[in-house]
């Protein structure tokens, strides 16, 4: 009944765009159209280069966060409490208008150039979206670093290996696999969330449909033009993470066996060392 039901909805939303009063032909048309072309790969750019940061700041924040120095655990706290706090749109606004707070920027004496220039719509979105991203991917590296059996480290430290290498070697290629879906979620929904670029004048997809159907008219066709590229990024990210997860599956026991190496080795060496 209940799956019957379900059709019936979904039949009615199919004929309802059937027979709406859509031109399916210029749907078409603009599908491939240069300026859409162009929008998408803004989207595609700003998406991958906030991610970038994100995991950057993301990594780094969540070892600050773990980090016995009061300063750099109540630091990263309130990084993360501020950009996870406050909606992205605002902070994109923020760093658009950064000029009414610092006129220019540079060193005085040495270079200093007008802020407006700096931060221009690209660097206010990708400023925006990546270091909000970050204090995201924060909590979730932080979250797959501590899913990780705390006797690693505490077996690495005893060894003599420093924190940074237990870090690098033990503890972060065992989080992975806790942490890469979380981050292929961050991913699809940046594709998403970077529209929001579009309102300080980014010329991403949403925009140049947008700029399309202010002169056409035709506002239904160009928003599906645009959701049907969105959907499709998102698919293509999807299978990419579909893919990474299982790799990462796959070698989820090679890589405890690395890190009971690296151990292995560092009591061998220990013990060498006692003779």
């Given amino acids: 009944m209940t799956g019957a039901v379900v059709l019936a909805v979904l039949g009615f939303l199919v004929l309802s765009f059937a027979r709406g ?36 700041l993301g990594t780094c924040f969540a070892v600050m966060r773990l980090s016995a120095n009061p300063v750099l ?8 409490w501020l950009f996870r706090g406050t909606p992205v749109l605002l902070q994109l606004m923020m760093w658009f208008n950064l000029g009414l707070i610092f006129p220019t920027l540079g060193v005085p004496g040495l ?9 221009t719509p690209f660097a206010a ?32 430290s005893a060894l003599g290996l420093s924190r940074r290498t237990a870090l690098a070697k033990v503890v ?20 998403k969330t970077s529209s929001l670029a579009a309102a300080i004048s980014y010329t991403e997809i949403l925009t140049n449909a947008q700029q399309i159907y202010y002169v056409n008219g035709k506002v239904m066709e ?30 989820a026991v090679r890589r405890r066996s690395v890190a009971d190496r690296i151990i292995t080795a560092a009591v061998a060496r220990l013990r060498r060392g006692a003779r």
């Fill in 125 to 156: 979105a990708l400023l925006g979206l990546g270091i909000n991203e970050g204090a995201y991917l924060t909590e979730v590296i932080r979250g797959g670093i501590l899913s990780v059996d705390s006797g690693q480290a505490e077996a690495a």
């Fill in 222 to 251: 160009l928003l599906i033009v645009a959701a049907v590229w969105y959907l499709a990024a998102t698919s293509v990210t999807s299978v990419g993470q579909y893919y990474l997860e299982r790799r990462f599956q796959r070698s």
């Fill in 172 to 191: 972060l290629p065992q989080a992975m696999p806790a942490i890469i879906p979380p981050i292929g979620n961050e991913a699809i929904g940046m594709l």
């Fill in 111 to 119: 270079f200093e150039e007008p802020t407006i220039n700096v931060i």
């Fill in 21 to 56: 009063r859509i031109d399916w032909a210029v749907v078409r048309e603009f599908l491939t159209a240069e300026k859409i072309l162009a929008g998408l790969g803004q989207t595609i750019l700003i998406s991958v280069l906030a991610m970038l940061i994100g995991i950057a």
């Fill in 73 to 80: 655990s109540t630091v990263a706290w309130l990084y993360v």
